[in-house]
């Protein structure tokens, strides 16, 4: 069984352009998590999707940002106009169903996303 | 919002000592408390995870105690080898699925 897949595992965009993150989860795994990592920093809470919901953005900031786990293919992380403080490892983590019902979350190893 | 601190920031340890990292959350109704390793330039790991109707959980060297009336938990490494050399995070879920992290603890093992 396969772990998280992330892809691209390094990124680098200059100011102004758009970055894509993709995040496929864990065989059986519905629900997925973005979380974002600054240098010499842990990691931060962005969002929690299950397929084709949105459950809670309330870690993602209202502009610029978006996320989407469709029906079929991976989790998307979209970034549009990207500025350097932009710049961080970005990390999905997927379970089998919420961690009330007794999950963890296993983590992807990240996306390094670089604005020149 | 929940807000975890974690100490020390940097841990030295000679091979075969014990490593303690403790860290401190805000939000009282927090009830699950996993730990991870990070390795350079890989995603956490988790090693070890507590809910809030436990008090301690032992992983052969690894064990993390909670202490919910002074909201604390800690992470105690035993028998510590080279490979244990990694930044470890604890985090708090204040709501079910959603996660706070530590800043981190870079452990680095003496050999």
């Known amino acids: 069984n396969a772990g998280v897949m992330q892809n691209p595992r390094h990124l680098v965009r200059r100011r102004g352009q758009e970055a894509r993150l993709r995040c496929s989860p864990m065989?059986?795994?519905?629900?997925v998590y973005w979380y974002r990592q600054l240098p010499e920093e842990g990691l931060k809470f962005m969002v929690y999707l299950q397929k084709e919901n949105i459950i809670d953005e309330s870690g993602m900031p209202k502009e610029r940002f978006s996320a989407e786990f469709p029906k079929e293919g991976p989790s998307i992380l979209r970034i549009q106009q990207v500025v350097r403080g932009d710049s961080a490892a970005y990390f999905c983590?997927?379970?089998?169903?919420?961690?009330?019902?007794?999950?963890?979350?296993?983590f992807g190893p990240g996306t390094r996303l670089t604005v020149l | 919002g929940e807000n975890v601190e974690q100490h020390p920031s940097t841990l030295s340890v000679q091979e075969g000592d014990s490593a303690v990292i403790k860290c401190t959350y805000s939000?009282?109704?927090?009830?699950?408390f996993p730990w991870y390793k990070q390795e350079l330039g890989k995603g956490p790991q988790l090693i070890i995870d507590?809910?809030?109707?436990?008090g301690e959980k032992k992983d052969q060297r690894i064990a993390v105690t909670l202490n919910k009336t002074a909201k604390h938990f800690s992470l105690h490494i035993t028998e510590t080898q080279p490979e244990d050399s990694a930044v470890y995070f604890c985090?708090?879920?204040?709501?079910?699925?959603?996660?706070?992290f530590g800043a981190g603890t870079t452990v680095t093992v003496r050999a």
């Open positions: 507590i809910r809030s109707n436990v």
């Open positions: 065989k059986g795994h519905s629900h």
């Open positions: 939000d009282s109704a927090s009830n699950y």
């Open positions: 985090a708090a879920s204040e709501v079910d699925y959603k996660l706070s």
């Open positions: 983590a997927s379970s089998p169903q919420g961690l009330q019902a007794g999950d963890t979350q296993y």
